[in-house]
Nanobody, 115 residues
Framework: VQLVESGGGLVQPGGSLRLSCAASGFTFSSSRVSWVRQTPGKERELVAAITTAGGNTIYADSVKGRFTISRDNAKNTVDLQMNSLQPEDTAVYYC?????????WGQGTQVTVSS
């Protein structure tokens, strides 16, 4: 049972990154999936979430219009397309899959926005 994030890295302000979360070992299609970020000294912040079939999404006000969450249940993946990145987007980004009785977290991927 695991989630593995990928796609983080260093990008200049205004640039883009695409994060991917790959699931294995559980019924991914039955899970609501969120991307959450955390910076040192701050609480984790919900960035975006998507329902099981992908019909509904929510976004933090700080990323609306810049980030897009999507999922492919056939591939057991959820992606986060991040555009117009700003230094304040710098954080470790975590993927979280919530089922009826479970909450699974990935190990996180670092995103650094800097010139």
């Amino acid at each position: 049972v695991q989630l593995v994030e990928s796609g983080g890295g260093l990008v200049q302000p205004g640039g883009s990154l695409r994060l991917s979360c790959a699931a294995s070992g559980f019924t991914f299609s039955s899970s609501r999936v969120s991307w959450v970020r955390q910076t040192p000294g701050k609480e984790r912040e919900l960035v975006a979430a998507i329902t099981t079939a992908g019909g509904n999404t929510i976004y933090a006000d700080s990323v609306k219009g810049r980030f897009t969450i999507s999922r492919d249940n056939a591939k057991n993946t959820v992606d986060l397309q991040m555009n117009s990145l700003q230094p304040e987007d710098t954080a470790v980004y975590y993927c979280n899959a919530e089922g009826v009785l479970t909450s699974i977290w990935g190990q996180g991927t670092q995103v650094t926005v800097s010139s």
